[in-house]
Nanobody, 126 residues
Protein backbone atom coordinates (compact mmCIF):
# COMPACT_ATOMS: atom_id res chain seq x y z
CA UNK A 1 0.00 0.00 0.00
CA UNK A 2 1.24 3.46 -0.93
CA UNK A 3 1.87 5.96 1.86
CA UNK A 4 2.68 9.63 1.52
CA UNK A 5 3.83 11.71 4.49
CA UNK A 6 4.29 15.44 4.06
CA UNK A 7 6.23 17.95 6.10
CA UNK A 8 7.70 21.41 5.82
CA UNK A 9 4.86 23.91 5.69
CA UNK A 10 4.75 27.09 7.71
CA UNK A 11 4.56 30.86 7.71
CA UNK A 12 6.93 32.94 5.61
CA UNK A 13 7.12 36.51 4.40
CA UNK A 14 6.65 37.38 0.76
CA UNK A 15 9.88 36.83 -1.15
CA UNK A 16 10.98 34.07 1.20
CA UNK A 17 11.48 30.35 0.65
CA UNK A 18 10.14 27.08 1.97
CA UNK A 19 10.84 23.46 1.19
CA UNK A 20 8.15 20.80 1.41
CA UNK A 21 8.94 17.10 1.72
CA UNK A 22 6.89 14.05 0.74
CA UNK A 23 8.19 10.70 1.97
CA UNK A 24 6.77 8.05 -0.34
CA UNK A 25 6.63 4.30 0.13
CA UNK A 26 4.82 1.24 -1.18
CA UNK A 27 5.32 1.57 -4.92
CA UNK A 28 5.93 -1.74 -6.69
CA UNK A 29 7.15 -0.33 -10.01
CA UNK A 30 8.39 2.97 -11.48
CA UNK A 31 5.20 3.57 -13.50
CA UNK A 32 3.84 6.31 -11.33
CA UNK A 33 3.87 10.05 -10.85
CA UNK A 34 4.16 12.17 -7.73
CA UNK A 35 3.04 15.74 -7.54
CA UNK A 36 2.37 18.69 -5.32
CA UNK A 37 -1.05 20.25 -5.36
CA UNK A 38 -2.59 23.12 -3.46
CA UNK A 39 -6.00 24.24 -2.42
CA UNK A 40 -6.84 27.71 -1.17
CA UNK A 41 -10.09 28.48 0.68
CA UNK A 42 -13.01 28.58 -1.74
CA UNK A 43 -10.92 27.35 -4.66
CA UNK A 44 -10.48 24.02 -6.37
CA UNK A 45 -7.38 21.92 -5.91
CA UNK A 46 -4.76 22.67 -8.55
CA UNK A 47 -1.62 20.94 -9.69
CA UNK A 48 1.55 22.87 -8.85
CA UNK A 49 4.43 20.59 -9.84
CA UNK A 50 4.41 16.95 -10.88
CA UNK A 51 7.03 14.41 -11.90
CA UNK A 52 6.68 10.98 -13.50
CA UNK A 53 9.50 8.43 -13.76
CA UNK A 54 8.37 6.08 -16.53
CA UNK A 55 7.97 7.99 -18.75
CA UNK A 56 10.23 10.67 -17.33
CA UNK A 57 8.39 13.99 -17.33
CA UNK A 58 8.19 17.09 -15.15
CA UNK A 59 5.42 19.66 -15.30
CA UNK A 60 4.95 23.00 -13.54
CA UNK A 61 1.90 25.22 -13.34
CA UNK A 62 2.47 28.53 -15.13
CA UNK A 63 1.96 30.41 -11.87
CA UNK A 64 4.99 28.76 -10.22
CA UNK A 65 7.28 28.04 -13.17
CA UNK A 66 10.71 29.50 -12.48
CA UNK A 67 10.02 29.88 -8.74
CA UNK A 68 9.28 26.31 -7.63
CA UNK A 69 11.36 23.19 -8.22
CA UNK A 70 10.28 19.57 -7.72
CA UNK A 71 13.05 17.03 -7.23
CA UNK A 72 13.51 13.51 -5.93
CA UNK A 73 16.04 12.05 -3.50
CA UNK A 74 16.15 8.41 -4.51
CA UNK A 75 18.20 7.49 -1.45
CA UNK A 76 15.25 8.00 0.87
CA UNK A 77 12.33 8.00 -1.61
CA UNK A 78 11.44 11.59 -0.81
CA UNK A 79 10.05 14.13 -3.25
CA UNK A 80 10.73 17.76 -2.42
CA UNK A 81 9.14 21.01 -3.51
CA UNK A 82 11.53 23.92 -3.20
CA UNK A 83 9.52 27.14 -3.22
CA UNK A 84 11.36 30.42 -3.77
CA UNK A 85 10.16 34.00 -4.22
CA UNK A 86 6.94 33.16 -2.46
CA UNK A 87 3.91 35.39 -2.96
CA UNK A 88 0.80 35.87 -0.83
CA UNK A 89 -1.21 34.14 -3.56
CA UNK A 90 0.80 30.97 -2.92
CA UNK A 91 -0.99 30.65 0.42
CA UNK A 92 -2.86 27.34 0.52
CA UNK A 93 -2.89 23.84 1.93
CA UNK A 94 -0.35 21.87 -0.06
CA UNK A 95 -0.93 18.17 -0.72
CA UNK A 96 1.40 15.51 -2.00
CA UNK A 97 -0.32 13.12 -4.38
CA UNK A 98 0.60 9.99 -6.30
CA UNK A 99 -0.96 8.36 -9.31
CA UNK A 100 -0.26 5.10 -11.08
CA UNK A 101 0.48 4.92 -14.83
CA UNK A 102 0.19 8.58 -15.64
CA UNK A 103 2.54 11.33 -16.77
CA UNK A 104 3.66 14.38 -14.86
CA UNK A 105 1.76 16.72 -17.14
CA UNK A 106 -1.48 14.74 -17.08
CA UNK A 107 -1.32 14.43 -13.32
CA UNK A 108 -0.92 18.15 -12.75
CA UNK A 109 -3.27 19.43 -15.43
CA UNK A 110 -6.08 16.96 -14.73
CA UNK A 111 -5.44 16.80 -10.94
CA UNK A 112 -5.13 13.04 -10.94
CA UNK A 113 -4.41 11.30 -7.66
CA UNK A 114 -4.82 7.72 -6.47
CA UNK A 115 -3.20 8.50 -3.13
CA UNK A 116 -2.95 11.69 -1.07
CA UNK A 117 -1.00 12.97 1.87
CA UNK A 118 -2.59 14.74 4.80
CA UNK A 119 -1.75 18.24 3.62
CA UNK A 120 0.44 20.96 5.05
CA UNK A 121 -0.40 24.66 5.42
CA UNK A 122 1.73 27.25 3.66
CA UNK A 123 1.02 30.88 4.54
CA UNK A 124 2.80 33.76 2.84
CA UNK A 125 2.39 37.15 4.49
CA UNK A 126 2.65 40.40 2.56
Amino acid sequence: EVHLVESGGGLVQAGGSLRLSCAASGFTSDEYAIGWFRQAPGKEREGVACVSYNPSETHYADSVNGRFTIFTDNADNTVYLQMNSLKPEDTAVYYCGAAIRTTGQAMCVLVIGDYWGQGTQVTVSS
